[in-house]
Structure formats: C-alpha cells, structure tokens
C-alpha cells in the first residue's frame, strides 16, 4: 500500500511535525511526532520521537527503536510505503547536512539513507511505487530545462538508480530563467506540479502539471493574485493530490 502521510498538525515555529501510518503487523493506526530543539548556527541540539497508537484506549508512548536517530528536523511531508514512511530531515550545523529518514510503523526503528545528490532541500516524490528525488540544479534548468529523476532501489543500502533524465519545455511553461522552479505536489500517476520557488507581488502565478512517465506537460493553470483577498501572499502548497485511503473515524 502507498499513500501520503500528510503533516496533520504544524505550529507557526515548525516544531512539532506529526505523521500518520499503519501498522500492518499489529494492525495500528499510529502517529509519529517529532520535536527538536535547535542552537547556535542552526544546529540541530536534539530531537525527541513519540507515537500516539490510535483506537480504544489511545495513548502517547516513546517510539520502541533500539538505535536513536540522529538529532534532526524534517521538513518534507511524508511517503508511507508499505508501512515505511520516509521523509526529508536536515541536521549538523546550519542543517548542513539533508538526508532522507525513513521510520517502520511496525518496528518503529529508524534509517538515516544518503541522497543520491547534494542537494539541500530535494524534492520527494513516489515513482513507480518507490521513492524517488525529482533533481535539478539552477544551471541546467536555466539552459535547458533538463531534470533527473532517481529511485531508491535499497532503502537499507542506501541504492539509488538515475531511472531517466526529462527536459522540459521550460518556454510553454512561464519559467524565466532568472526564476527557481518549485514542485508543488506530487501524485501516483507519476505527475509533478511545477511553478515558481518565489512568486511576485500582484502577478499572476503559473502552474503546470507535468507527466513525466509520458514525458509531458498535461495541464497548465493561471491563478489570480491572491494579495487582494488574503493580505501579501507569504506560500502556495499542495503537497500529495491523490491519496488513495478512505477517511475513517476512530473511536476512542
């Protein structure tokens, strides 16, 4: 099974994050928080990891892994595969260091698994079923619009295959190339939603929907400024349009 573990609850500072999962060994229905506390030149001081087990008689409880993590803090939402969530975490000094964290709902153990790129804030996505990182350096997209797209073949090996390399067509798509791309979303049908890393004050912004197993660009939307009716418009984010699990209430 293969859904997105959206962050259910976020206060203004970031801290704490909380993903949901299942936990098809015992059968659960669990949430993982996290929380960390950050020093001098961002260092990531600690970090602490709690699971709420969903159901009757809900409680809060330390995660049961036997090696602790590293102290981090994420700052991607989360792919549960299979009852393995994974999500982008940063730690060491001025979050120098980002890689990808993975957590078992069942064993409740940690990976800390090396990107196949340095990059400092990759954009994750499922692909095929497995995790992959949609990459891109400013250079390249400026010149050519060429992305690489990597999936993660051994999570505990930490084996990444380069799948294929795309070229965009960044001239139907509005990107100047002074701008830094952003992916907005991701879903199951290998589509990505492309617009601009910062948007202007009072202009309208551009949004594409790219294919990238058929290797094309499937729709393109013009938003409206939105100052007029919500104040300076800080972010616009959708993270994961097609979750595939039905909502259910649990009962506690």
């Known amino acids: 099974m293969i859904t997105s573990t959206n962050i259910i609850f976020r206060e203004d500072d970031g801290n704490p994050w909380n993903y949901f999962g299942h936990d098809s060994v015992n059968d659960e229905y669990k949430v993982l928080s996290i929380v960390w506390e950050v020093g001098e030149e961002e260092r990531v001081l600690k970090s602490e990891h709690q699971v709420l087990v969903l159901g009757a008689g809900a409680y809060w409880r330390n995660t049961q892994s036997t090696i ?68 891109y350096s400013t250079k390249s997209l400026a010149s050519d619009g060429s992305v690489d797209l990597w999936i993660m073949e051994d999570a505990r090996k930490c084996i990444w295959s380069n799948k294929k390399s795309l070229v965009l067509p960044i001239s139907k798509m509005y990107f100047v190339s002074f ?72 009962e506690t």
Request: glycine share 6%.
């Open 68 to 135: 602790p993590p590293p102290p981090h803090c994420p700052y991607t939402q989360g792919f549960s595969i299979n009852g393995v969530l994974y999500y982008g975490a940063w730690f060491g000094k001025n979050r120098s260091v980002s890689v990808v964290m993975s957590f078992d709902f069942a064993s409740e153990e940690f990976t800390v698994i090396k990107l196949p790129v340095d990059e400092a804030s990759p954009n994750l996505m499922i692909y095929g079923g497995k995790l992959a990182v949609f990459y």
């Open 179 to 250: 701008y830094h791309m952003r992916m907005q979303g991701t879903s199951l049908n290998s589509e990505v939603r492309l617009t601009y890393a910062n948007f202007m004050r009072d202009q309208p912004i551009h949004v594409v929907t790219y294919d990238l197993e058929r290797n094309k660009m499937t729709r393109r939307v013009e938003i409206s400024p939105l100052r007029d009716r919500f104040g300076v418009t800080k972010c616009l984010q959708t993270d994961f349009w097609e979750d595939i699990e039905t909502i259910m209430y649990l």
